[in-house]
């Protein structure tokens, strides 16, 4: 059974910086791409970030420049490094997982991590 463990978390202040970290249960190179979405409270869940397995990456917008997306594939772990945070990017993150490249959606999802960007 395939399980994503997010971490990394919390309350930071505007212009700080996280890392959010996603552990696989299985190789993450079995995935075709793993991303990162958020959900704003009253707010619909929005793509943020995504690296296929051959390497592509990218970013919604608003993270473009800010955000930074990895993966670890001897961790079985994705990262997403976020600097100069904004209140705006205040929501629960989750870690996603595509099992092929004609996933819709995101088969398998992360139970979520909170961040509070807030003075």
């Known amino acids: 059974q395939v399980q994503l463990v997010e971490s990394g978390g919390g309350l930071v202040q505007p212009g700080g910086s996280l890392r959010l970290s996603c552990a696989a249960s299985v190789m993450i190179v079995s995935f075709y791409a793993m991303g990162w979405y958020r959900q704003a409270p009253g707010k619909q869940r929005e793509w943020v970030a995504y690296?296929?397995?051959?390497?592509?990456?990218n970013y919604v917008d608003s993270a473009k420049g800010r955000f930074t997306i990895s993966s670890d594939n001897a961790k079985n772990t994705v990262y997403l490094q976020m600097n100069s945070l904004k209140p705006e990017d205040t929501a629960v993150y989750y870690c996603?997982?595509?099992?092929?490249?004609?996933?819709?959606?995101?088969?398998?999802w992360g139970q979520g991590t909170q961040v509070t960007v807030s003075s």
């Open positions: 996603s997982a595509d099992a092929s490249p004609s996933s819709v959606l995101p088969d398998y």
């Open positions: 690296i296929t397995r051959g390497g592509r990456i």
